[in-house]
């Protein structure tokens, strides 16, 4: 016991130790929550509150999941193989798998990732010949996962006008046609298993007597469904240990509903609320920024983090002229830490578009500095892969009309647009799967389809009994997607990837209980949503903000703070959209170990104009003792408060200063439209306010003249 319990401080020892009731952890940031987590699983086994069957813990990514068996493994002897440890999804996955015939489902059912999902939309609207330029194929997808989520079905939506209730009509074909394929979305597996439990009391009792302790990472990012299945699961008397902090609750555009966690205070009763407020990531400096910063923040359950290590170096802050001097400073600044001694893949640079990376990557590729971009493309989704995977789905279960569609003539065997139109409609008038309706086509196409279909049956022949490496290795060669992209002039790193499927499928073996095809297919889907290991060769990591979640490096770059851009212009429009925005920026803050860099522009060339800036508020929001300035402030002439013209006092979802303009307003003008005030000069009946109209460009505007109002 005492081995498992040594060197966690107070509050994370309070919370290992806590009695049978269901408890709020507030982790802050490098605070050690999956310590606590793992200690508090391996804690319940050793006394004897729980067996290891006994434990349902919820995470949201697989890398997390085996993560905690991992450690667990290591405080105890015992084999975590069987455990219920893993994501949202993929224990849905496990217990619709056990329970297919209560859920609806066929026993070899398979998962869409997003990708095979999106075709399925708009397999459904070519059905119901939809106009696309109406309703795309996007848009009804991301309605259908959001009703999903909300735990609706077609039928409960709330069809107010034209537009939701043809959207529900496009929801309800799509759901039937996923049950006519045997195929479930991600959603769906959370809401199928929601409705199971809700129907099914023998089998929400039995899953509720086994799973007396429930214990959930990262709670803040729980959407509205997950937490109703977490309530239904957990019922009026098993123990829920809710682990999250509502500082880092950045996931609002995936469904995340930080709300969850203050809801779980009253729906649970929860008498215990611990705070894990000591950092053992950053120092001083750097937590004094990030707890002044979110401070600012009124929706929130707070905590102040705080350090042993000391102060540390201050954070550093670089105003540079343009978008180019950022890349060539910040370029020549790594350049210096890496002569220091500091890795370079322990320097990241975080940004919170995208479209920022191009001219930090130009300048990384103009000093011949090796760089990655953190987060690209999944193995899973790629495209050689999401091919083999649709030949591997077909062998499984050839009624899989989605993955027929996607190699019926990949490579090319002959079956145009025209054939597959008339196989579609074949199929829809007999109500059976595309596989199946093949046979009614006749002349030419008919016989490529037939050829194609006659290639699916051997596959299954010939893979059935074979191991699951084995079988892959089959599939590449009889599919001939090898020898496709081995006739291609870059085929080289595809044929690469195909031979790296082979290696998984015999990982998946090693290391799962299952190693039928069905369940590799499985996994392939909930692991598509996964980032890539990172690559072996020493080179700085860049990235968006959001993809820097979870991660930690000795020295962090935070690049275009500016108003527009970090805080995001749209989040000024949307009810807690700035406070999402600081959150984000407390994390970005928080990533970074002894060194943090933070920069900005004053003017940044976004979407092939020019943008004049206004540094980001954030900046004026971090303690003046904790900061560096590497340039002197470039800051404008501020008028005399006489010359202020009256306007309205809301700004940027804020009110400003005394009862007039300030520099960083947004403001209308009835000639020019919408603008932000930029600069200013003189004082008095002189004064004049530089205002940038975007693609009206800059204007010097007098007050008097302007007639501005607030935006």
């Known amino acids: 016991m005492p081995s498992l319990l040594e060197n966690l401080n107070p509050e994370q020892l309070a919370a290992v130790t806590l009695p049978d009731q269901s408890a709020l952890i507030l982790a802050g940031a490098g605070s050690g929550k999956t310590r606590v987590l793992t200690t508090r699983i391996a804690w319940l086994i050793q006394t004897g509150n729980v067996s290891p ?74 059905a119901l010949n939809v106009d696309e330029d109406r309703f795309q194929a996007r848009e009804a997808q991301y309605f259908i996962n959001a009703e999903k989520e909300e735990g609706r079905r077609a039928k409960d939506v709330e069809t107010t006008d034209e537009i939701t209730r043809r959207l529900a009509e496009i929801y ?77 609750s950045i996931y609002r555009f ?37 707890n002044a910063l979110i401070a600012h923040n009124r929706k929130r359950l707070g905590k102040n983090l705080w350090t042993s290590s000391g102060h540390g170096e201050p954070v550093r802050v670089y105003e540079a ?41 130009h300048a990384l590729f103009s000093n011949g500095m090796p760089y990655r971009v953190y987060g690209g493309l999944r193995f899973f989704e790629r495209m050689e892969i999401k091919h083999a995977l649709a030949y591997l789905r077909l062998a499984a279960n050839a009624d899989d009309d989605g993955a027929f569609l996607r190699v019926v003539n990949f490579p090319a065997r002959g079956v145009g647009a025209r054939t597959l139109e008339q196989l579609q409609d074949a199929a829809k008038a007999a109500g059976t799967s595309l596989c199946k309706a093949a046979a009614g086509l006749s002349g030419k196409s008919g016989a490529a389809v037939a050829a194609f279909v006659r290639l699916v049956e051997s596959l299954k022949a010939e893979t059935r009994g074979l191991r699951l490496p084995e079988a892959v290795e089959v599939m590449l060669e009889r599919s001939g997607l090898v020898a496709h992209y081995k006739s291609e002039r870059d085929g080289a790193d595809r044929v690469e990837n195909l031979n790296e499927l082979v290696n998984a499928a015999a990982a998946f073996v090693s290391e799962e209980e299952e ?39 000795a020295a962090v770059f935070i690049t275009g703070l500016e108003e527009g851009l970090f805080p995001h212009e749209q989040s000024v ?23 943090l860099y933070l920069s900005f522009a004053q003017t940044r060339m976004l979407h092939g104009q020019t943008r004049y800036n206004v540094a980001s508020r954030f900046l004026d929001e971090l303690p003046v003792g904790a900061v560096k300035r590497l340039t002197p402030r470039m800051g404008r002439e501020k008028l005399n408060e006489a010359a202020w013209a009256p306007a309205p006092t809301k700004t940027h979802g804020a009110k400003a200063p005394g009862h007039g303009f ?35 460009g800059m204007k010097w505007l007098a007050l008097e003249y302007a007639k501005l109002t607030a935006a």
């Not at 729906?267 to 937590?287: A, K, M, P, T």
């Not at 990172?534 to 820097?548: C, F, K, P």
């Not at 429009?573 to 060194?595: H, K, N, P, Q, S």
């Open 172 to 248: 309800a074909a799509y759901d039937e046609q996923c049950q006519r394929e045997g195929v479930v979305d991600f959603a769906e597996l959370l809401l199928r298993t929601y409705e199971l439990l809700s129907k099914n009391e023998v089998l929400r009792e039995h899953y509720r007597g086994r799973f007396r302790h429930i214990l959930v990472d990262e709670f803040q990012d729980t959407n509205r469904l997950q937490y109703r299945w977490l309530k239904l699961l957990a019922g009026p008397k098993n123990i829920v240990f809710a682990v999250g902090d509502d500082d880092q």
């Open 53 to 126: 069957n006994g434990v349902l813990a919820v995470t949201f990514t697989n890398k997390a999941a085996k993560e905690m068996l991992t450690r667990i493994s290591a405080m105890l002897p015992i084999n975590t193989r069987g455990m219920w440890v893993g994501t949202f999804h993929g224990l849905c996955n496990r217990l619709l798998r056990a329970h297919y015939r209560d859920a609806g489902l066929p026993q070899l059912f398979q998962i869409l990732d997003s990708q095979d999902q999106h075709a399925a939309v708009k397999r459904v609207l070519k």
């Open 515 to 553: 190693h039928d095809l069905p369940a590799f297919l499985a996994h392939a889907a909930l692991e598509s949503g996964e980032n890539q290991a990172a690559e072996g060769a020493d080179a700085l990591q860049l990235m968006t903000v959001h993809s820097a979640k979870g991660l930690e490096f």
């Open 662 to 696: 300030r520099i960083g307003q947004s403001v209308l003008h009835p000639k020019f439209g919408q603008g932000v005030i930029v600069n200013a000069e003189g004082s008095g009946a002189d004064a004049r306010l530089q205002i940038n109209f975007g693609k009206q």
């Open 321 to 361: 002229r343009s978008d180019g001097y950022e890349a060539s400073w910040l370029t020549e600044e790594v350049q210096s830490l890496r002569r220091d001694g500091l890795r370079l893949a322990d320097i990241a640079v975080l940004y919170r578009s995208n479209a920022q990376s191009r001219i930090i990557e």
């Open 573 to 595: 429009l949307e009810d807690d959209g700035l406070e999402e925005e600081r959150r984000l920026m407390y994390v970005a803050i928080t990533r970074a170990r002894a060194r």
């Open 254 to 290: 995936r469904g995340a509903h930080v709300g969850n966690m203050a809801e779980f205070e009253r729906d649970f009763r929860v008498e215990n609320v611990i705070r894990l407020e000591q950092n053992y990531r950053s120092h001083g400096h750097i937590l004094a920024a990030a």
